[in-house]
C-alpha cells in the first residue's frame, strides 16, 4: 500500500513560517489529488489544501494567501509551505492521497504548534 511520511512540523513562534513535506511510496496508480488536512485538539479533521494532478489548487479560507501547497513529481512529494502562522493554525497536519476511489492513504501527521 501506499505509504505517506509526513515532516517539518514544529514549534513556531506567531508570525513565523514552516515548510511540511510529505514523501510518498508504494503508490502505483494514478493520483487524482494530493492533500493537506488538519486536525486540533477536540476539533474534526478538515482539508487545508489541495492539489490536483492537472496543478490546480485549493485551499481553506482561514490560510489562503498564507499557506502554498506545491508537489514535486520527480520526488513524489508534497509540501505545504506555511507563512504567518497563527495560534488556530496549531494542529497535527496530515497528508492524504485521493484516486478514483476515494481518498484512503494518510500519513501518521505532523505536530504544528504556534505559541509564543
Known amino acids: 500500500q501506499v505509504q505517506l511520511v509526513e515532516s517539518g512540523g514544529g514549534l513556531v513562534q506567531p508570525g513565523g513560517s514552516l515548510r511540511l513535506s510529505c514523501a510518498a511510496s508504494?503508490?502505483?496508480?494514478?493520483?487524482y489529488t494530493w492533500r493537506w488536512h488538519r486536525q486540533a485538539p477536540g476539533k474534526q479533521r478538515e482539508l487545508v489544501?489541495?492539489?490536483?494532478?492537472?496543478?490546480?489548487?485549493n485551499y481553506a479560507a482561514s490560510v489562503k494567501g498564507r499557506f502554498t501547497i506545491s508537489r514535486d513529481n520527480a520526488k513524489n512529494t508534497m509540501y505545504l509551505q506555511m507563512n504567518n502562522l497563527k495560534p488556530e493554525d496549531t494542529a497535527v497536519y496530515y497528508c492524504?492521497?485521493?484516486?478514483?476511489?476515494?481518498?484512503?492513504?494518510w500519513g501518521q501527521g505532523t505536530q504544528v504548534t504556534v505559541s509564543s
Open positions: 492524504n492521497q485521493c484516486y478514483s476511489g476515494g481518498c484512503p492513504y
Open positions: 508504494g503508490g502505483r496508480f494514478s493520483i
Open positions: 489544501a489541495g492539489i490536483t494532478s492537472g496543478g490546480n489548487t
